[in-house]
Nanobody, 125 residues
Framework: QGQLVESGGGLVQAGGSLRLSCAASGRTLSSYAMGWFRQAPGKEREFVARITWRSGITDYADSVKGRFTISRDNAKNTVYLQMNSLKPEDTAVYYC??????????????????WGQGTQVTVFS
């Protein structure tokens, strides 16, 4: 089995920063990609960013480009999401995910096999 454990969420003022962490273990470590998704109240879960484990290739949603940075530490089996210039519309539960392969669209939920429990990010103005 595999497990993903997120941490780092919290309450922050608009314009501030947070860094989310996702610790991976078990079968998640053989995944092609790690992704971050978020879900705001009353909305569907949406793609935020993803990174490939081996080559470190990244991709971002347009809404977070230039503000968020995804990275990985292979030695620690951990993926990070650095979030800067936060806006109230970034408020959501953020989920870490693992899965996909070279041919899958890893900007979509269906590409992922494993999900974390989520961490709340609240941005107030």
């Amino acid at each position: 089995q595999g497990q993903l454990v997120e941490s780092g969420g919290g309450l922050v003022q608009a314009g501030g920063s947070l860094r989310l962490s996702c610790a991976a273990s078990g079968r998640t470590l053989s995944s092609y990609a790690m992704g971050w998704f978020r879900q705001a109240p009353g909305k569907e879960r949406e793609f935020v960013a993803r990174i490939t484990w081996r080559s470190g290739i990244t991709d971002y949603a347009d809404s977070v480009k230039g503000r968020f940075t995804i990275s990985r530490d292979n030695a620690k089996n951990t993926v990070y999401l650095q979030m800067n210039s936060l806006k109230p519309e970034d408020t959501a539960v953020y989920y870490c995910a693992a899965g996909g392969n070279y041919y899958s669209d890893t900007t979509t939920r269906r590409a992922y096999d494993y999900w974390g429990q989520g961490t709340q990010v609240t941005v107030f103005s």
